[in-house]
């Protein structure tokens, strides 16, 4: 069994700070191989940076401010990718005026690599979301979501694989039961699969048929309930044995750092989730020995 080593690290603001463990110089110098994965959820239309009076968020977040630190980070590691665990719709006036354009367009502009589907993206129906689709240059991922029957058939994939400096990340999409949570007729037929079930089978397809050295899940499922049979995070992680990384949403959970899960086969994941309104930007780094035995920092970056 190859080694998995997590290092977890507090929340900085765009720089490292080291507490102990293996620090961020000591990974690079060991390492031959760094992918950098920054992510999102739950940005809720949130195009403009919190007013400085704001009684919880003064003077946090916004897309240019976004745009920087993302640019700075590919800059210094260029083997960067970028994902949205979903609910990109729905919170401010310019998703009532423009229908989600200019969340896509800017989305596009920041060169997100793929999202998942958030409830609120189903906020305008399922015509409303397709409408959009040419203003979004970046992958829609979903494995538990069976469009199949809807206008959406095809434009949404299951998952995505991508490489990066010989490394091949494998990347798939888990979504919310809708039922409940959205009007039956926004989202039609779209069909609804355990996903958990689900994941088992999508994370082995990426680990043995696929060869991926890294597996990543964008789950809009939600951090942890006490409902024992409601799908989320934390038992994702424990009833699955692929997962390398859970990227989640819907629960709106400020994590200064991803939590370490054990999976079923006592092996471990980081489950992270950055809480709403692009407040913060998530940051993973995976180091590769020659081995490709894995090592990670995670840390919650203040936008």
Not at 278 to 297: A, H, M, P, V, W
């Amino acid at each position: 069994m190859e080694r998995r080593e997590f290092i977890s690290r507090t929340a900085a603001t765009s720089a490292f700070i080291g507490l102990g463990g293996l620090s961020f110089s000591s990974c690079q110098s060991t390492a031959k191989k760094h992918i950098t994965i920054l992510h999102t959820n739950d940005v809720h239309s949130h195009i403009d940076p919190f007013p400085a009076h704001h009684s919880n968020f003064p003077n946090l977040g916004g897309l240019a401010r976004r745009a920087t630190l993302v640019a700075q980070i590919r800059n210094e590691n260029p083997n960067t990718l970028l994902f949205d665990a979903g609910d990109i719709f729905q919170g401010t006036p310019y998703f009532n005026f423009y229908g989600g354009e200019l969340e896509f367009k800017i989305m596009s502009m920041l060169k997100y690599d793929a999202t998942t589907l958030g409830n609120h993206d189903f906020d305008n129906g399922l015509e409303g979301l397709y409408a959009q689709l040419p203003h979004a240059k970046f992958d829609f991922l979903s494995a538990n979501y069976n469009f199949s029957n809807t206008l959406m058939d095809g434009h949404v994939k299951p998952y995505k694989t991508y490489l990066r400096d010989g490394v091949k990340i494998g990347v798939f999409g888990l979504g919310i039961e809708l039922n409940g949570l959205v009007s039956k007729d926004l989202y039609k037929e779209t069909g609804y699969l355990n996903p958990i079930e689900v994941a088992q089978d999508i994370s082995r397809t990426l680990k043995v048929e696929e060869k991926c050295d890294i597996i990543v899940c964008l789950s809009h499922m939600g951090y942890q309930y006490q409902n024992l049979q409601k799908p989320d995070d934390l038992k994702l992680a424990a009833q699955t044995e692929h997962i390398d990384l859970i990227i989640g949403g819907h629960t709106h959970t400020f994590l200064d750092k991803p939590t370490i899960a054990k999976n079923k086969n006592d092996r471990q994941v980081l489950v992270n989730q950055v809480g709403c309104f692009g407040i913060n930007l998530g940051r993973i780094d995976f180091y590769l020995d020659e081995q490709k035995n894995i090592s990670t920092e995670g840390t919650s970056i203040t936008v």
